[in-house]
């Protein structure tokens, strides 16, 4: 998988969110997960019978509710000759906007960010989202390695789940209590068949990782000395020597092994994802009380310098809820482009120009309107959380919205 953008992550976590806010009378709200191997034919032969089915319900606004939408699934299922790279996610159903009779059908059909590994059929008063909400969870990939003189074990990791690659055994002899010369001798066959097995696991980590297109770091374990030697040794790759983020003591090797690495890393792999937001915004705040920084802050600011294409990297809180709208004057054509801080607001403009009224043309996300402005402009977006202190000082202080700037102004 390529690496998932804050933006596309952003632009995803909003998509759940709205999703998991519908709410439909009955059992009636359709969710459809498709394969990326699955044939669109024996999907839609599926929702034939689905469709049969719900003659059977007993309520007789549910089972209009349900049929409708299984018809408007197969009708979309039209437009895909074949599912796409990562499968296809339908969720179609009858949302109430108000007092009974008020229900709209609601259509919502997407790839999602990862692939979809079972197909599923879900039919229910909420939109199933339990297997999207698990790829909010998968995280990027890592090495895990756990190393003593006898044994190793290479995986990886990727959200919560572990994928065992390799167990290597060594045959390299115990310790023996033998006496002089043959000891130094026996020592030094010893010294040599862990240095070779040591290669041999550094020769298949190599093949193991280097391969990994999204691939963020190494995590050796293991009880003893053997771990630390093969990191100080010249075992790996130059490349990912420098990705080994640490190495940890663990009571076993094999699979229980990684398992306890896993366990005794958690924290520190959740806290390079919380380094990253916060790296970022205190290189902010640097450039900010520097007297020649490439600082910007505040919509207005940050929107002029985007427009001149002086912005680096654009960093904007997740947390903010404000729309764009564009107002167009019905009597001189006058346009003006207003953010609201409340997203539902219906204020009503009176044009400047000529006194009549501004009608509403266009409203956007502001969060999208400002990522859109700098992908035209080749800058650089990053979407961050209020999970920090930083991301909590963005937001308040600085209205969520600030630059890095390529140069001063």
């Known amino acids: 998988m390529s690496e998932v953008s804050s933006k596309e992550l952003y632009e995803f976590k909003r998509t759940l969110k709205e999703l998991s806010e519908k709410k439909g009378r009955g059992t009636e709200l359709v969710s459809v997960y498709v394969p990326p191997d699955r044939q669109i034919s024996d999907v839609a032969k599926h929702m034939k019978e689905e469709l049969s089915q719900s003659a059977n319900i007993k309520s007789k606004q549910t089972k209009k509710n349900v049929q409708s939408a299984i018809e408007v699934i197969v009708q979309r299922l039209r437009l ?16 109430p906007k108000g007092g009974p009779g008020t229900e709209k ?10 692939p979809i590994q079972t197909y599923t059929y879900h039919c229910n008063s909420e939109f199933f989202l339990e297997p999207l909400q698990h790829m909010m969870d998968v995280k990027e990939i890592y090495g895990l390695a756990v190393i003593d003189r006898k044994e190793a074990t290479i995986a990886t990791l990727k959200g919560k789940r572990v994928d065992i690659l390799k167990h290597l055994t060594s045959g390299v002899p115990g310790k023996h209590k033998a006496g002089g010369q ?16 040591k290669k041999r696991i550094g020769d298949h ?28 040794g010249e075992y790996l790759q130059y490349e990912l020597k420098n990705k080994v983020i640490a190495t940890v003591d663990t009571s076993y090797t094999g699979e229980f092994g990684i398992r306890e690495v896993i366990d005794k890393s958690m924290d520190l792999l959740e806290e390079i994802d919380v380094m990253k937001e916060k790296q970022l915004v205190q290189k902010f705040l640097k450039e900010l009380i520097d007297e020649h920084g490439l600082a910007s802050y505040g919509e207005e600011e940050v929107r002029k310098n985007l427009q001149m294409g002086a912005v680096d990297t654009l960093i904007i809180s997740e947390d903010l809820v404000q729309t764009r709208k564009s107002m167009k004057c019905l009597n001189c054509g006058r346009n003006v482009k207003i953010t609201y801080k409340d997203p539902n607001a219906d204020e009503e403009l009176i044009c400047e120009k000529c006194g009549d009224r501004m009608k509403v043309v266009d409203t956007r996300d502001l969060v999208d309107d400002f990522v859109e402005m700098a992908e035209e402009v080749g800058s650089d977006v990053e979407i961050i959380s209020t999970e920090t202190e930083e991301g909590v000082q963005l937001f308040k202080a600085f209205g969520g919205i600030a630059a890095i700037l ?3 102004v």
């Open 80 to 95: 895909f000759p074949r599912p796409p790279e990562k499968g296809l996610v339908l969720f179609v159903g009858m949302i």
């Open 105 to 114: 059908m609601e259509t919502y059909v997407f790839e999602p960010p990862e």
């Open 182 to 197: 043959s000891q130094r001798r026996f020592d030094r066959l010893i010294d040599l068949a862990a240095h070779e097995f």
């Open 205 to 232: 980590m190599n093949d193991a990782f280097l391969g990994i297109e999204d691939f963020k770091g190494i995590i050796l374990g293991g009880p003893g000395h053997t771990k630390e030697e093969f990191y100080k």
């Open 406 to 408: 390529r140069y001063k």
